[in-house]
């Protein structure tokens, strides 16, 4: 079965001033798009029979056997699903109950936590994606490098920003900073990054697993 692109969890406009129409248009509508028609092609013509394995399997599949351009593409439409439902047109507006009390144990409060995220979005070098994690049975932050995910390194997702350039580069052009902060502080879904922590996060980046 082909993967297919997922619906954006809101409007193309309902993410304001904080991501543009017009940003998702190419970001969502041809940026994402191109991943799912990529992975499809390789996998429909893949020596191995892939045909029925979910979208995680062919990443793992892909990274263990060094297939550099199938993992790149399946692992950019997992974290590009996986990012859509980390954001929310009003957000919510903090942490609260477990996942609050999680950040406050390991990062000293909410806004440590935030600032320690973009900091490291902002300064990863080109692009990949900046990650709040929880490993070995700790919040952390770090980043990743292009389509590298957490998928294949034995670590929970609560959170994850985009930090290619096609991102923010119609609304903020080369100022990273100002996309992270307006984001962090006005569209993260809590709720998800929460459920997420909890084990009960449903997710359509791992569609058809």
Known sequence: MAFELPELP????????????????????????????????MVSGHDHDLSGASLVEVIRHAHNKGEKGLFNNSAQIWNHSFFWQCLA??????????????????????????????????????????WLILNNGKLEVTSLHDA?????????????????EHAYYIDYRNARPDYLKSVLNNIINWDF?????????????????
Do not use: C
């Open 10 to 41: 809101y409007a193309k406009d309902a993410l304001g001033e904080h991501m543009s129409a017009e940003t998702l248009d190419y970001h969502h509508g041809k940026h994402h798009k191109a991943y799912v028609d990529k992975t499809n092609g």
């Open 89 to 130: 047109p009003a957000g919510s507006t903090s942490p609260s109950g477990a996942l609050k009390e999680r950040i406050d144990a390991d990062f000293g409060g909410h806004e440590a936590m935030l600032e320690a995220l973009q900091t490291e979005s902002a300064n990863h070098f080109a692009s990949g994606w900046g």
């Open 148 to 164: 590298d995910t957490p998928v294949v390194h034995g670590m929970t997702p609560l959170l994850t920003l985009d930090v290619w």
């Open 193 to 209: 990054v929460a459920q997420n922590l909890d084990g009960n996060g449903i997710s359509r980046a791992d569609q058809n697993a």
